[in-house]
């Protein structure tokens, strides 16, 4: 078992983890064009921060959470969303002091104790934005188009991003009250799980995958047919500035998401073929939060994209990465590390081409010339810079290119020049 990572978790090695930076520096980029600061919040919290702030109803704090006591008795669990603790952390910090709107940002990860499937796992990856202060309905559409301008950035051309209103505290209430009414007479139909929200919180039903209860409720009460004169001039702003922005989208009634917290704005994205209901992230606007967790009354938005549902759509729209993973420069010794003097000469350019800012590296199993040039063709390195003791006394190595086997003479003096040269002028021919 020493050797198997646990179930639901993945390892990302070299070669992948080159996507992973791609996706996250694009997800920064943005959101320093956006005006957003970056934020980085414990990987574990108080238990009580997600049963008050998620919501007890919600599956993730009915059935996902991974919960543990500490050596003090004090009940603590892995963060399953990145919302509740930067909630925390912006009334811990006394963040509402400060300029309105503060605009966050966090990448990091995650953790829900579910069946592991395709685009879900234990622990998984977040790009996420919160924005606190303000109830501007430009507020939710910048936050929904930044989310769209993600993933076309990242070159996913084929997604769906679907909005609804599910009021606010005022409007809410006679929404139930119709929604418990009407679930009344199907409540021997409903599963376990939705019965058992019939009482305590009905709009939740609206979420549940049983095919039995979709049924349901494809006839039931939609939110949008109980918003206030209020919540409903929101919703037609929020569409009038998606529309000025240029992101496309739908309006699904029955829209809900997963979470208690959410008011007024949810919405969602959805893309083909990535199983667990094709969703790749969702938001909403979250007035009440803030006051529930115990800090002023204070109007949020936000969102939660998951990276690797993200990756997993970029895999099958076959979306083409501008990586270049290929490494500078080999520094290769003839006689592998037999000959001390070569060996020095070898450890003191590669450091001086690191300093220089090249990706570089030598040979250290003690490999012929022959087996080394193997092992940097092989790796794909661009150059390999040969030192030989012919060469080391008249101050000269041997630069070869590792693509046309061409190999020059160049005054160890100006190894770093010449190379940067070279790779300067492949990228202007390319």
Request: proline content about 5%; overall charge positive; aromatic content about 10%.
């Amino acid at each position: 078992m020493i050797t198997k990572r646990p179930r639901g978790t993945e390892d990302i090695l070299p070669g992948e983890v080159e996507v992973w930076q791609f996706i996250e520096k694009t997800a920064r980029d943005l959101c320093r064009e956006y005006g957003y600061g970056e934020i980085r919040t414990p990987v574990f919290e108080h238990t009580e921060l997600f049963h008050r702030g998620v919501g007890d109803t919600t599956d993730i704090v009915e059935k996902e959470m991974y919960d543990f006591e500490d050596k003090g008795g004090r009940s603590i669990t892995l963060r399953p969303e990145g919302t509740a603790p930067v909630v925390r952390a912006y009334l811990e910090n006394k963040l509402y002091t400060k300029s309105q709107p503060v605009k966050l940002y966090y990448i990091g990860p995650m953790f829900r104790y579910g069946r592991p499937q395709a685009g879900r796992l234990r622990q998984f990856h977040q790009f996420g934005i919160e924005v606190f202060g303000s109830k501007d309905p430009a507020v939710d559409a910048e936050v929904i188009s930044l989310a769209a301008n993600f993933y076309k950035r990242l070159g996913i051309k084929s997604f769906d991003v679907q909005i609804n209103s599910i009021g606010c505290s005022a409007c809410r209430p006679l929404l139930k009250e119709k929604l418990h009414e009407y679930l009344y007479s199907y409540q021997k139909d409903l599963c376990k799980t939705c019965l058992g929200r019939l009482d305590r919180n009905p709009l939740r039903i609206f979420d549940c995958k049983s095919q039995v209860c979709q049924k349901i409720m494809a006839s039931a009460p939609k939110p949008l047919d109980f918003l206030c004169q209020e919540c409903r001039e929101h919703f037609d702003k929020v569409r009038n500035y998606l529309d000025v922005l240029e992101v496309t989208y739908s309006v699904n009634p029955r829209l809900v998401r997963g979470l208690d917290y959410y008011t007024n704005t949810a919405f969602e994205f959805f893309a083909e073929g990535i199983g667990a209901q094709n969703s790749i992230g969702g938001g909403g606007r979250y007035d009440n939060l803030v006051e529930t967790c115990g800090g002023p009354p204070t109007p949020g938005i936000g969102f939660g994209l998951g990276l690797e549902r993200t990756l997993l759509s970029m895999k099958r729209q076959k979306v083409e990465i501008p990586l270049d993973k290929t490494p500078d420069i080999f520094v290769a010794v003839p006689g592998g590390e037999n000959n001390d003097l070569m060996v020095k000469e070898a450890v003191r350019i590669l450091a001086l081409l690191r300093k220089k800012g090249f990706s570089a590296d030598k040979d250290y199993m003690q490999r012929s010339l022959k087996a080394q040039m193997k092992y940097a063709d092989k790796k794909g390195f661009k150059y390999a810079v040969i030192i030989g003791q012919e060469e080391i006394d008249r101050g000269f190595v041997l630069l070869r290119n590792m693509e046309s086997g061409e190999q020059r003479e160049v005054p160890t003096a100006e190894i770093a020049s010449k190379i940067k040269m070279l790779i300067e002028g492949e990228k202007i021919n390319g």
